[in-house]
């Protein structure tokens, strides 16, 4: 399988946790230390995981600093770390506190202008723009803000230049029913330069099988890893 396959953390209050359509109202616990999930993903071969600060991400600023500090000690995975990243501090602390990755998703939206420094500062490489999308639509602050701005109009904001993609569909995401292959195949024949790293709605490998026929680079696996795949 050429797909690659990213394990999640969302964390609140300092605990592993999932959530159903980005609803912090429907918020399951899995792992009181998040490091405990880490580890296992680590064991089980993976070598990437997508950590998120969804306390980070409600509140407009970092809260779980600890966390991603503690993954990145006792872990060897790559981390791409999201949730509340706001400032040159809180970027440049990111990196510094060992995370490979940083996903830019609210700032991307709404300062363009930081974002493409960062772009250009960090490296395309290191900075992925996140997309969360309803109904075609980009979504902020922990989802809880619609804008009017397409998933298309994001991308194109940051071309020529920009290499990773993360888009989650925001109406899969946790409810393990299959994900929008129609989505990411056109998002795959538009943009066939860009690294799609797809997100929401997994729920078994034929799935991400069907995900990587269409072209996709990387998906997010979160509940599925939790409640599905053998643990």
């Known amino acids: ?6 394990p999640a953390i969302d964390v609140i209050g300092g605990k592993c946790v999932r959530l159903t359509r980005g609803n912090y109202d429907e918020c399951k616990t899995y792992y009181n230390d998040p490091v405990e999930a880490a580890r296992y993903f680590e064991d089980m071969g993976m070598r990437r995981l997508h950590l998120v600060d969804l306390d980070g991400a409600r509140e407009s600023r970092v809260i779980n600093w600890r966390v991603l500090e503690r ?20 970027i440049c602390r990111v990196f510094d506190v060992g995370a490979s990755f940083v996903c830019i998703g609210s700032m991307a939206q709404q300062n363009r202008e930081k974002t493409r420094e960062w772009l250009e500062r960090y490296g395309t490489e290191r900075v992925i723009v996140g997309a969360d999308v309803r109904d075609g639509y980009v979504c902020i602050q922990g989802w809880k803000v619609e804008t009017k701005t397409t998933i298309h109009e994001l991308i194109e904001t940051y071309l020529p230049g920009l290499k990773n993609v993360m888009c989650t569909d925001i109406a899969r995401d946790g409810m393990l029913g299959g994900v929008s292959l129609e989505l990411y195949r ?13 997100s929401g709605g997994v729920g078994s490998l034929v799935d991400i099988q069907a995900l990587e026929e269409v072209g996709v680079s990387a998906v997010i696996v979160g509940k599925a890893f939790y409640e599905k795949f053998k643990m």
């Open 71 to 90: 993954i990145c000690e006792a872990t060897r995975l790559e981390v791409d770390f999201s949730g509340g990243v706001k400032s040159d501090e809180d």
């Open 1 to 6: 399988m050429k797909i690659t396959v990213i």
């Open 186 to 198: 056109e998002l795959v024949a538009r943009y066939p330069d860009i690294t799609l790293i797809a």
